[in-house]
T-cell receptor, first 111, second 112 residues
Framework: SQQGEEDPQALSIQEGENATMNCSYKTSINNLQWYRQNSGRGLVHLILIRSNEREKHSGRLRVTLDTSKKSSSLLITASRAADTASYFC???????????FGQGTRLTINP | EAQVTQNPRYLITVTGKKLTVTCSQN?????MSWYRQDPGLGLRQIYYSMNVEVTDKGDVPEGYKVSRKEKRNFPLILESPSPNQTSLYFC???????????FGQGTRLTVV
């Protein structure tokens, strides 16, 4: 069963703008992770936020987590053409013994 | 360099011909898993392994087998492939469950 649902499915913005992607999930989690996938290639880990954290930063990335709403957001600031990729959230649900991925947001940065 | 290596990267095969996709990691990770990725369905877990000789089914295990005889290797076996197993497959490893996952480059399998 899919735990994470992402919104929007696709996002197209101009270079330099900020991009925000959202993820909702259904059950209690230990942590939530975000990954990037360039077309047809392996996923690359971006950031992990634990259930007791509300916000985390890594370079141009900012992740928030609201466990009461069971949702997370990924903000990419000052976007670049190289940020064009698909972005996935993945939840480590309590007792699940596995990461469950959402269907992803396809982000396109236009020069 | 920390990495997960899958082989082959591309494979076209015929229905019913047994095949194995290999996966190897060099990070001494305990946890390994296989996913398939299909358009509109995201990544779905096929099987996972929490350590040597410990494997369990994921969400879509039908038609697949795995083994974990050594910590570094986690091959995916399709005993009798069918066209509905045409997909992009990924192997991943993590130090323990819930930590950062490292993914292989993927195997694009076509079954005709």
């Amino acid at each position: 069963s899919q735990q994470g649902e992402e919104d929007p499915q696709a996002l197209s913005i101009q270079e330099g703008e900020n991009a925000t992607m959202n993820c909702s999930y259904k059950t209690s989690i230990n942590n939530l992770q975000w990954y990037r996938q360039n077309s047809g290639r392996g996923l690359v880990h971006l950031i992990l936020i634990r259930s007791n954290e509300r916000e985390k930063h890594s370079g141009r990335l900012r992740v928030t987590l609201d466990t009461s709403k069971k949702s997370s957001s990924l903000l990419i600031t000052a976007s670049r053409a190289a940020d064009t990729a698909s972005y996935f959230c993945a939840t480590d649900a309590v007792g699940a013994q596995k990461l469950v991925f959402g269907q992803g947001t396809r982000l396109t940065i236009n020069p | 360099e920390a990495q997960v290596t899958q082989n082959p990267r591309y494979l076209i095969t015929v229905t019913g011909k047994k095949l194995t996709v290999t996966c190897s990691q060099n990070m001494n990770h305990e946890y390994m898993s296989w996913y398939r990725q299909d358009p509109g369905l995201g990544l779905r877990q096929i099987y996972y392994s929490m350590n040597v000789e410990v494997t369990d089914k994921g969400d879509v295990p039908e038609g697949y087998k795995v083994s974990r005889k050594e910590k570094r290797n986690f091959p995916l076996i399709l005993e009798s492939p069918s066209p509905n197993q045409t997909s992009l497959y990924f192997c991943a490893s993590t130090r323990t469950m819930g930590t950062e996952a490292f993914f292989g480059q993927g195997t694009r399998l076509t079954v005709v």
